[in-house]
């Protein structure tokens, strides 16, 4: 497996994550990411009602923002959250991002 370039933890800006997870969309996606680390991206967005390029994008601006990584798998990319990296720059937030998102209803389409 080959890892998808990714920013090195110590340049994560929080306002880029906060920006990335505020959308509804992309809350879930890292939500579902979290729960089943190393799942593909077809995978973590089976019900969402989202164009393929939007996800595209989407799984873009998580991967920027240093919120998940990816590594290639043949056809397909797997996902996992950066929550150590996260957790050292950032203390607490993924968790309470996490918490908190889990009592908003689950986007099935887009917001």
């Known amino acids: ?59 873009r601006i998580l991967r920027e923002a240093g919120l998940i990584s990816m590594t290639v798998d043949g056809r397909h990319r797997r996902v996992r959250t950066r929550g150590d990296d996260l957790g050292d720059r950032f203390p607490g937030l993924l968790d309470t991002v996490l918490r908190l998102g889990a009592a908003e209803p689950s986007h099935g389409g887009a917001p």
Do not use: I
Not at 4 to 30: F, I, K, W, Y
Not at 33 to 43: E, F, I, Y
Not at 46 to 55: F, I, N, R
């Open 1 to 59: 497996m080959r890892p998808v370039p990714q920013p090195p933890s110590e340049s994560l800006t929080l306002a880029s994550a906060l920006h990335a997870l505020g959308d509804p969309v992309r809350l879930e996606l890292v939500r579902r990411a979290s729960r089943t680390p190393d799942s593909t991206c077809s995978a973590l967005a089976d019900g969402l009602e989202v164009p393929l390029s939007t996800l595209s994008n989407h799984w």
